[in-house]
């Protein structure tokens, strides 16, 4: 889903009554509910509206989620039972596992509403989704494997479960370097372009083909890599990237792996590093990557939301405006640029 964050930004804060968009005010608590009328597709495309805002503009948003798992809480225990306390708990398990990476918590959730007995199937396939996806997090392959595969594979899923199961099952052969099996499997997935999950699959098809035959050692190290970053093993993953480019700084790739070094250096807290890092690809493969603009960005949000430096996220971007003018990022960079200098939209 793409945005224009300064058409989107300017309708909701004239629908929300905001008589300046660029003024600073106290953040807006929201309560995230997927459900009581409003489906989960809903709030998948609410809340990257949200983010548009905050991106383009002062407004910031209280989103409250611990709010919302005492909202379930109390709905699974009023209605024992029913569709709405195996819901509930479903709901309480994604709260666990996406905002306080509670796994442990998620799971006996995800259990919890896969034993009622009047839970849907699609409720069930979407269980075994977000399990799937909990054992990934921790390395539990085979697990992660049953349980994409049990949606894969059943009768009566959706397709954009099935879709999803598949690429899934992909990625988890990627990740151990089995790239003929991954691409078999993305093969099917992009036979549909108008699949939710065509997207991703084109995406890490075309990384495959496109480095894989410059040889396949250094591709199955960044893969590695890419896995302990799933896993949220920060130091480990910038450990396996950075001895790639030690060991292959000639590889088609290496710009990526600048790329990836410079994202786990940033979320974990190292900030000046990962400055480094984009930097870096930004001078040794100027002539060749095709990352450039995204590392120029990638130097403004540093210096916009990990240093707090104003002065210095403005100036990365501008320097990316007049650099990549036609990258499909400078809507946002504007955008950006506009909510930090506290301009009028």
């Known amino acids: ?126 269980i075994a989704m977000r399990e799937g996806e909990i054992h990934l997090t921790r390395g539990d392959s085979a697990s992660a494997a049953s349980s994409f595969a049990s949606v894969a594979s059943a009768p009566g899923t959706t397709p954009d479960q099935s879709d999803e199961a598949s690429f899934r099952l992909a990625e988890l052969e990627y990740f151990h370097g089995n790239f003929d099996a991954a691409m078999n499997r993305l093969g099917a997935i992009t036979a549909n372009l108008q699949a939710d999950f065509a997207n991703n699959a084109i995406r890490l098809q075309s990384f495959v083909e496109e480095h894989r035959a410059s040889g396949e050692g250094a591709l199955r190290q960044y893969a590695k890599g890419d896995y302990l970053l799933r896993q949220r093993k920060l130091g480990d993953a910038e450990s396996v990237f950075r001895d790639l480019l030690a060991r292959a700084p000639s590889a088609t790739l290496a710009d990526d792996v600048l790329l990836r070094i410079g994202q786990a250096e940033a979320a974990s807290g190292q900030y000046d590093d990962a400055v480094a890092a984009y930097e870096k690809l930004l001078q040794e493969y100027k002539e060749t990557s095709t990352h450039l603009d995204r590392a120029r960005f990638s130097i403004g949000e540093v210096y916009q939301f990990g240093l707090k430096d104003p002065a210095k996220a403005i ?10 003018p036609r990258s499909v990022l400078t809507s946002l960079v504007r955008a950006r640029i506009r909510a930090l200098r506290g301009d009028a939209l």
């Open 1 to 126: 889903m793409t945005f224009d964050h300064s058409v989107t930004t300017i309708r909701l804060t004239s629908a929300l009554g905001w008589k300046n968009p660029t003024a600073a005010a106290a953040p807006y608590p929201i309560g995230i509910l997927a459900g009581e009328g409003v489906g989960p597709e809903v709030i998948r495309a609410c809340l990257p509206l949200l983010e548009a805002i905050e991106s383009a503009t002062p407004h910031r948003f209280d989103l409250r989620y611990g709010g919302a798992i005492a909202y379930f809480r109390t709905v699974a225990r009023d209605f024992p039972g029913t569709v709405y306390a195996a819901q509930s708990h479903y709901q309480i398990g994604r709260i666990q596992s996406e905002k306080y990476f509670d796994l442990d918590g998620a799971l006996s959730s995800f259990a919890e509403a896969a034993r009622a007995p009047v839970a849907a199937p699609t409720l069930r396939f979407d």
């Open 315 to 324: 100036a990365a971007y501008e320097q990316m405006l007049a650099d990549y």
